[in-house]
């Protein structure tokens, strides 16, 4: 894989897709979901951690709320992670998501992730070069354990906005009152930092790339929600799972 | 380092060691010990993580109760690995382990740890030797991982006992009133898989060495106690500490 440039990327659906098509594509995709997450927590072989990214507004409570959302809540548990607490940060930067890594059968999804430590972390400067590179191979050391030693599979999206689509939506975030409770008035001096989030992002999917991100064209909801149940079905239909005879 | 090679270190205290001279050198180090850990764990900086292995009558127990039992129980917390439970064995083997890492100001002492995962498990062969060489990859990127971006101070400690002076005090157990509760008749049979314990107890030596284990001699209690205070008393005095000032 050649090195991600995410302003070479773009943040729409390719050509061709229909809307309205491609909506019904994704119901059908997540019904089958709720059948393959079953199977998965019925037979308790293999493990999901799906990580999603992305910068605010980019929509990452909307893809929680409709494609991981008409799974079996037992199966599927979700964790956000916000600023560290005290208590989290008296812990290597790890302990506090390997506490919340996916037991066999599970799939567990991460509203920002450990990521976060070599992002906002790196735009703001409160982590320096060297941290930052001992974090990253600490990052790709701790992905191979879980995939190497629990059979965990692990999904990263980030989910890909344009500045302009970002703006729009915060901006919205000021005047529906169903989003204003979203609203945070550090987001748009945030915004201000697109740039260097850019390239702290593209040094995530270059350096721990140990399975690869999925980039994902997100100022389309219909279609950023078509292509992660894509992802997250293609890969539970290729685990073959059976449910498990009676136990003897 | 050279390769260990248990069967060529001594199970007994060197030469010139007058048993009363050092009882009264180790209590004169573990009243220190109390003051150095309530200094580490005022100032919140540095962390200790002690691992305690050794074959079954090593004297784990009585180490943690006479070294460690003096200091501040808010200031030390103890874990003894026992077999995972089901509940433990549905995750990747580090994360029980990872779990119960030390905060920073505190010791946290290992009753057994993540290296049974790669002793009594290969000797009994639950665990073949592809997966147990990415075990050991997985082992050595943890204590990193602890090291560096935690600042954890990691000692590991073998109890290094003849097989004669084991017998003995396993047949102890099956008259001494105060003992019998700990004698487990499985002990007896384990013990005749002695020579393959030390191979692979030798393979955790080779491999798994950065930070380095301590080879105790344990023959002698009085000894392997000297000589494990002493080990923690300087870790802690090279830390170099003060108590911290007013908070502004």
Same mark, same amino acid.
């Given at each position: 894989?050649?090195?991600? =440039?995410?302003?070479?990327?773009s943040?729409r659906?390719?050509?061709g ?10 119901a059908?995709?997540? =019904? ?6 079953n ?5 308790g =072989? ?7 990214q ?5 929509g ?9 959302g008409n ?9 956000s ?8 940060l008296s ?5 506090r ?9 599970m799939?567990?999804?991460f509203?920002?992730?450990?990521y ?13 070069d060297e ?8 990052i790709?050391d ?5 995939t ?19 703006q ?7 005047s529906d009152?169903a989003?204003m409770?979203?609203?945070?008035? =550090?987001?748009f001096?945030?915004?201000k ?13 270059n ?6 991100w999925?980039?994902?064209p ?5 279609y950023?929600e078509?292509?992660?149940a ?5 890969l539970l239909k ?8 009676l136990?003897?």
């Amino acid at each position: 894989m050649g090195k991600i =440039k995410l302003s070479e990327i773009s943040t729409r659906a390719p050509k061709g897709f229909d809307k309205t098509e491609t909506k019904e594509k994704t119901a059908a995709i997540i =019904k089958e979901l709720d059948e393959l997450q079953n199977l998965l927590y019925a037979e308790g =072989k293999h493990s999901i951690l799906v990580i999603i990214q992305g910068m605010d507004a980019s929509g990452k409570d909307g893809v929680i709320r409709n494609v991981m959302g008409n799974m079996n809540p037992q199966g599927v548990t979700v964790k956000s992670y916000k600023a560290p607490t005290a208590e989290e940060l008296s812990y290597d930067f790890l302990w506090r998501i390997h506490n919340h890594a996916p037991k066999k059968g599970m799939i567990q999804v991460f509203n920002r992730s450990h990521y976060e430590d070599i992002v906002i972390t790196r735009v703001h400067k409160w982590c320096d070069d060297e941290t930052a590179e001992k974090r990253i191979k600490a990052i790709n050391d701790f992905e191979q354990l879980l995939t190497n030693h629990n059979d965990t599979h692990i999904l990263k999206f980030y989910l890909h906005v344009s500045p302009e689509e970002q703006q729009e939506r915060l901006t919205e975030r000021l005047s529906d009152p169903a989003k204003m409770w979203k609203y945070n008035e =550090k987001d748009f001096e945030e915004a201000k930092l697109w740039d260097i989030y850019m390239e702290m992002y593209e040094d995530c999917f270059n350096n721990c790339n140990n399975p690869e991100w999925a980039i994902v064209p997100a100022d389309q909801n219909w279609y950023k929600e078509f292509l992660i149940a894509t992802k997250l079905s293609e890969l539970l239909k290729s685990f073959d799972m059976k449910f498990p005879g009676l136990k003897k």
